[in-house]
């Protein structure tokens, strides 16, 4: 039996989810993933039992309990360090940590506007100017990391946790037909690619069809 269990909603739609069981396979952990929709009330009395916060992803441990996404990033990060994915230099590893709590405060018009949903396409999506402002503002990070770090990946050779974090904004480019080049659409690629979402995404397209009251920010 797995050591952990990851508890996350929809494959689908859940951006948290998809970060918190990309960073738990990149630490390498002996996980099961626990899919626990949260449209029922019982599911709902379940979650809260198990998630004080009421979102998902969470993970269990043992005895250790973690519900949010920064969080279990971190943990992982004391218990598995030699799976690096914070970058050995401290110079790095800062912007590394940098972006990944950017991303986890912040980008609230990206993330509502056009929130994640494999299945979909939007082709000719219209974006209104401030989810705009916060694509300006993933194209200047993926810009300088790439040209500081020679990608492919944000921080070099190897994907890090902050390619976990921006990893539900590429699939929105694709979902909401987003048009960026260069350097920003070769990372948008390089995300598609990685194995760990290839993945994900094959799961993602398997599950049930959506439930309409869920295309929504989730
Ligand atoms: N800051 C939290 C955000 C988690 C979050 O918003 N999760 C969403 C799913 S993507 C959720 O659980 N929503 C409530 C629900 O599904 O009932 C984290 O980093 O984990």
Redesign the pocket.
């Known amino acids: 039996m797995p050591a952990a269990t990851l508890t996350?909603?929809?494959r689908n739609?859940?951006?948290?989810?998809?970060?918190?069981w990309l960073v738990c396979r990149m630490a390498g952990l002996d996980f099961e993933t626990e899919l626990l929709?949260?449209n029922d009330a019982s599911t709902?009395a379940e979650?809260l039992h198990l998630?004080p916060?009421?979102?998902?992803?969470?993970l269990c441990h043992g005895e250790i309990v973690v519900?949010?996404?920064?969080?279990?990033a971190q943990y992982l990060n004391e218990i598995r360090p030699e799976a690096g994915f914070l970058p050995k230099d401290a110079v790095a590893r800062a912007h590394c940590r940098s972006i990944a709590g950017e991303m986890?405060?912040g980008f609230i018009n990206l993330r509502s506007a056009l929130p994640?949903n494999l299945k979909a396409r939007h082709t000719g999506f219209k974006i209104f100017n401030g989810a705009r402002g916060d694509i300006d503002r993933i194209v200047t990070i993926v810009d300088e990391c790439l040209s500081r770090y020679s990608g492919p990946y944000l921080f070099g050779e190897t994907p890090s946790l902050a390619d976990a974090m921006l990893a539900p904004v590429c699939t929105r480019f694709v979902t909401y037909d987003v048009p960026v080049s260069g350097a920003t659409a070769a990372y948008r690629d390089t995300i598609l690619a990685w194995p760990l979402m290839q993945e994900w995404l094959d799961s993602a397209l398997a599950e049930p069809d959506e439930i309409e009251e869920l295309d929504m920010?989730?």
């Not at 739609?13 to 918190?20: A, D, E, M, T």
Request: charged share 15%.
């Open positions: 996350i909603s929809s739609y859940s951006s948290w989810s998809l970060r918190g929709s949260g709902r979650l998630s916060s009421f979102l998902v992803p969470r519900w949010d996404t920064l969080a279990i986890h405060g994640m920010e989730f």
